[in-house]
């Protein structure tokens, strides 16, 4: 068994790798500053499970500006945290993605260099690809991110790889194409979609609905996080999809079918910084990751509409 380090363990996706490494016998200390971009209440939240085990050790930290000498050490970091959202990194909000997205993941890489993990697994995004310039998208594609966000997470990108071959730490970046499922962050479209169904309100979709995404389960991403620290080429980079992109206007059918609620749809103007389609292609990933993403999406929406019922469930219970 393994000592591991999660960051942004109160997150979406961190929450629930902390909670997969504690099945599996992981001593896990997982660090997040509970930033408001959301509820923190949510986030704390999405930390009762880990927190109820007995080999999880919750600090919580800013790793831009907190003294990280304190990290233990361990045999595999997992980098999760970042300021998230597209729409939210233009203008004066940028200096957070900055400090959160860059500087907290330089001060990670000095922490590590004297005394180095196997592996430290960085989790970079499909928005650097931005308007990308062919489809399938390959790691071997241009990058051109097409909002402050992307631009952030690509940087960030370049500083773990660069630390790898300036200085041996071994670092693997994942491409995560769209992650949804279960805790899917309250800003997603699956959850705004999921939850005005749920209040009977219309669906509100930016532009015109054509714009496709290669929607990947939280699950699946998870599988290759995990292989990624394990087996994961040092320097390596590696897109982390589903390998089946579809259309807003499509999704909206598989809506009506998981939920069995009739569905109205409100069209608003697109959003600078929403690329037009993403589109992964994971042969890399499959080869030397053995990534093979088995979730599909009428099966993760189900299992995130029954989540989003859950919790209506639990909000009466509280009320009562």
Known sequence: MADVLVTGAAGFLGSRLSERLLAKGHQVTGVDCLT???DPAVKRDNLR???AHPSFRFLEWDLADHDL???PEVDVVYHLAAQAGVRASWGKDFAIY??????????LLERYLERPPRRLVYASSSSVYGDAERLPTSEEDRPRPFSPYGVTKLAAEHLCLLYQRNHGLPAVALRF??????????DMGFHRFLEAVREHRPLEIFGDGKQSRDFTFVEDILDAVEAAGERGRPGGVYNVGSDRPISVLDVLEIVRQVTGEPVRVEFVPKVAGDAPHTASDITRAREELGYAPRVPLEQGLAAQWKWHQSRRMQGKGAKA
């Open 36 to 38: 408001d971009y959301y």
């Open 49 to 51: 499970g880990a927190l």
């Open 69 to 71: 000498g304190g990290l």
């Open 177 to 186: 194409f769209t992650v949804y499922g279960p805790r899917q962050r309250p």
């Open 98 to 107: 900055l400090r959160q997205n860059l500087l907290a993941t330089q001060r």
